[in-house]
């Protein structure tokens, strides 16, 4: 197996929980944050999305929260399943370059 | 198709020798985009593409490296005289335009160099 990620953030939910996942981004001109989801051997899956003139956004069972006065941004999985289990990163961009900037991935980890 | 296809899923280099990577994008996505993985952590960000053209490079690091997507041909990364620190996961992404939600990630290419 893959002896990665072993000081990854690992937050650890019971099943059925809610989870919620942090992250802060460090450019203040960013105007679009992204989070994805990595399981192992695979490579990052869309969740959801958020433009700077928003403060939130909903998605099936997701919900991205953007506070730009700390840079602070954060992803909530309500009613968290197994299948949840994996690496989650968030992404920042702007309008002037396509290029991602990729926070410091956090491991969610989800108990039966 | 509606994958981003990377070949090959493993490659094995002895140090200063080359490697290659191989990424078709999304059919009709312009964008294509190069990242670097390491320790399945970090990501760094090389290069993109509109179409053949370079986007931007300011990604890639200027000795070894080299870029390219032709037509009709998938786009490729290559590396010459590979160092130990090259060992990473390579994943490329095509997206239609700059708009994030046709921004797909391929499966990766994991890079060992022994």
């Known amino acids: 197996g893959e002896s990665v990620g072993l000081h990854l953030p690992t937050l650890s939910v019971q099943e059925g929980d809610n989870s919620i996942i942090n992250c802060a981004y460090s450019n203040s001109a960013s105007d679009y944050f992204i989070w994805y989801k990595q399981e192992s051997g695979k490579g990052p899956q869309f969740i959801i999305d958020?433009?700077?003139?928003?403060d939130k956004r909903q998605g099936q069972r997701v919900t991205v929260l953007l506070n730009k006065t700390v840079k602070h941004l954060s992803l909530q999985i309500a009613a968290t399943q197994p299948g949840d289990s994996a690496v989650y990163f968030c992404a920042e961009g702007t309008g002037t370059a396509s290029k991602l900037t990729f926070g410091t991935g956090t491991r969610l980890q989800v108990t039966l | 198709g509606e994958e981003v296809a990377q070949t090959p899923k493993h490659l094995v280099r002895g140090e200063g020798q080359k490697a290659k990577l191989y990424c078709a994008p999304i059919?009709?996505?312009?964008?294509v985009f190069w990242y670097q993985q390491v320790l399945k952590n970090e990501f760094k960000f090389l290069i993109s593409f509109q179409n053949e053209n370079v986007f931007d490079e300011t990604g890639m690091p200027k000795e070894r490296f080299s870029a390219k997507c032709l037509p009709n041909s998938p786009c490729s990364l290559e590396i010459q005289a590979t160092k130990l620190e090259d060992s990473a996961v390579y994943f490329c992404?095509?997206?239609?335009?700059?708009?994030?939600?046709?921004?797909?990630f391929g499966s990766g290419t994991r890079l060992t160099v022994v």
């Open positions: 059919k009709g996505h312009s964008y």
């Open positions: 958020i433009r700077s003139n928003m």
């Open positions: 992404a095509s997206s239609h335009d700059r708009a994030l939600y046709g921004y797909t």
